[in-house]
């Protein structure tokens, strides 16, 4: 995420190793039916659209373990925030524009699929909580 790499991601799309279930019996998929990975690609593919541009960030030292990157668009700014330790990050504060009006957080982990979270905006601030081991996407409006 935070090494500038750009890549083309080519998989099946449906089968049991990759986004979608195929009804693979001997690995319990169900046919159709998203898999863990394909909720942590949603992250992405759904909220970082188009025509975003990725855009710098400065990550604060409190910020650790989380790995984040920034995309602006279509009067949105997405942030897409990695959290591969086993402690959680709770109250974690984005430092966003002032004129952000609206702010959208949605988590992937063990336990939840892209599942809509909590959040707060106050003036240029946006808090949120980071599951461990999670993928997170917050989508901020301008």
């Known amino acids: ?3 500038n790499w750009s890549a083309y991601i080519w998989w099946y799309g449906k089968r049991y ?3 979608i279930g195929d009804g693979e019996a001997a690995y319990g998929t169900t046919a159709g039916a998203p898999l863990k990975r394909g909720y ?4 992405y593919a759904k909220y970082v659209r188009p025509g975003y541009q ?3 960030l ?15 668009g279509g009067g949105k700014i997405t942030l897409v925030i990695l959290n591969r330790s086993a402690s959680a990050v709770d109250n974690a ?12 957080h949605y988590l992937t982990s063990q336990n939840a699929n892209a599942a809509s ?3 707060s905006v106050n003036g ?4 949120v909580n980071v599951g461990a081991r999670s993928i997170s996407t917050v989508v901020l409006t301008l």
């Open 124 to 127: 240029g601030q946006v808090s």
């Open 17 to 19: 190793y990759s986004f």
């Open 58 to 72: 400065t990550k604060s030292s409190k910020a650790s373990p989380l790995e984040v990157t920034a995309y602006q």
């Open 54 to 56: 990725r855009v710098a």
């Open 117 to 119: 979270q909590p959040t």
């Open 93 to 104: 504060v984005i430092q966003a524009p002032q004129n952000v009006t609206r702010a959208e």
């Open 1 to 3: 995420m935070e090494a």
């Open 40 to 43: 942590a690609f949603s992250q």
